[in-house]
């Protein structure tokens, strides 16, 4: 029987913990700046008409969102959102029009890099789940997850660059 060398275990726990941590890590506050690709308005083409996204950087701690439905010559608001960094973590905060609910919907940005970023809040039920991801510079799919009457529901929102 081999005998095993002491320290070759006490390697990969090591490269394993650092992983972790550095996974961990995926959001700071500098990386705030990465979200400047959503600068703009962004569009979904339905067979009703379409959907907008429009971004906007508020100040160097907040962006808004509003995002609408376009039928015709009827332009409904669905939502506003911010992305708001507050001390070392960035939250993604949907306000659904027509809404009950008093409490906001702060889902932590967990991960933020170039290509897009995930934002999500497991306690909550609708949405748990945010995922924006840059395919290229004139496209850009923004995906809603969560739970809703004991059903999953999952949304896929391809959207093009508009200006």
């Keep these: 029987m081999a005998k095993k060398q002491w320290w070759s275990n006490s390697v990969v726990l090591l490269l394993l913990l650092t992983g972790s941590i550095s996974a961990a890590a995926q959001v700071r506050p ?12 962004w569009r979904m083409k339905t067979k009703l008409g379409s959907v907008l996204e429009t971004w906007s950087r508020t100040n160097d701690s907040t962006w808004t969102g509003r995002t609408w439905r376009v039928n015709g010559t009827d332009t409904t608001l669905q939502q506003s959102v911010e992305l708001v960094r507050q001390g070392n973590d960035i939250f993604f905060i949907p306000v659904y029009e027509g809404r009950m609910e008093t409490t906001p919907i702060r889902l932590k940005v967990r991960v933020l890099k170039a290509i897009g970023f995930v934002a999500e809040d497991p306690a909550n039920d609708f949405p748990r789940k945010v995922t924006y991801r840059f395919t290229d ?24 660059k508009a200006d």
């Design 30 to 41: 500098a990386d705030f700046r990465m979200l400047d690709r959503l600068a703009g308005t």
């Design 137 to 160: 510079e004139e496209h850009m799919d923004a995906k809603v997850v969560g739970e809703r009457d004991g059903t999953v529901e999952e949304y896929i929102f391809p959207y093009r």
